[in-house]
């Protein structure tokens, strides 16, 4: 797993950038009218992407479209599963928080 894909991840648009291409391949074109950012900038966060191989370009015709891949998120999922329980025990306090919450007068 490389730092890179963690700095990748660190930008909210990059982030952004990775749930739209989910949904399959899409142009950069496509992806910049998605934003209120310059089709400039839209490329740069593409390259850091693709420098931490979590996107991969293919031409096509005229175009290039962006694929997601998945294998360095589904690597940080496997690290990130030991510290689940941290999460699950502070969502069950607060949950038991709420609950009492609402049962007292």
Request: net charge negative; no cysteine.
């Amino acid at each position: 797993m490389s730092k890179d894909v963690f700095l990748a991840l660190a930008s909210p648009s990059r982030r952004r950038l990775l749930e739209l291409l989910a949904d399959g391949p899409r142009t950069a074109g496509d992806l910049a009218a998605q934003f209120e950012l310059s089709r400039p900038a839209v490329a740069e966060h593409l390259q850091v992407l693709r420098r931490a191989e979590l996107v991969r370009d293919e031409q096509v015709g005229r175009q290039r479209l962006y694929h997601l891949e998945a294998a360095p998120l589904e690597q940080i999922s496997e690290w990130l599963h030991p510290f689940e329980r941290f999460w699950r025990d502070r969502l069950r306090s607060m949950a038991e928080l709420l609950e009492n919450e609402e049962e007292s007068p």
